[in-house]
């Protein structure tokens, strides 16, 4: 028998050909999609009536309009910071740069008065300055003893101010403004 003998099928014994098989998949029924099945849209929310849109309204406006009172209640006018400097004319044989006290101000007030004549800032005269050569008066010794003093929340938009020692305006130096923000106060006392 050949090759080609062992191959060939009797012609009566003929199978019918068969179909390859296939993965089986369920039908679904018609209508519904297994496995993409969407949710139901849920309901749309209610409208607001006119009525209640306009309390929201009224309330968010009272809301804003309480927060900016307090807001400009709170601010408050505007400050600044001052450099300041007193020079008390002082007698004796000190160099300058030494360290010096002058009475009576040591431990003293020194106040900035407003252009209405108001207390709008002070600071306390420390115990201890340095001696300087003020005026030349006492050459190689000095003649002047410097205290520097910060004053702080000035009260600051006047045109005008006046600084002094203690608490009286009689015996201030006037200021501008201006020139009161931008270089300090330097009084002198005693001379």
Request: proline share 12%.
């Amino acid at each position: 028998m050949t090759q080609l003998d062992r191959t060939t099928p009797d012609v009566g014994n003929v199978p019918a050909p068969r179909r390859p098989l296939e993965p089986w998949t369920p039908t679904p029924p018609s209508g519904i999609r297994w496995l993409d099945a969407e949710p139901p849209a849920p309901p749309a929310p209610p409208r607001p009536s006119r009525r209640r849109v306009a309390w929201l309204v009224l309330a968010v406006v009272a809301l804003l309009g309480v927060l900016g009172a307090a807001a400009v209640l709170t601010t408050g006018p505007r400050t600044m910071t001052v450099q300041g400097i007193v020079v008390v004319a002082v007698s004796g044989a000190t160099l300058p740069g030494a360290p010096c006290t002058a009475q009576p101000v040591s431990g003293w007030s020194v106040s900035i008065f407003g252009a209405d004549g108001t207390v709008v800032g002070s600071a306390t005269v420390p115990r201890t300055g340095y001696a300087v050569d003020r005026w030349a008066t006492s050459s190689p010794f000095a003649d002047a003893c410097r205290f520097d003093v910060l004053f702080t929340d000035v009260r600051a938009g006047d045109p005008t101010y006046r600084v002094g020692v203690g608490r009286s305006i009689a015996d201030s130096q006037p200021f501008s403004g201006d020139e009161l923000e931008r270089t300090g106060a330097t009084i002198t006392y005693g001379r």
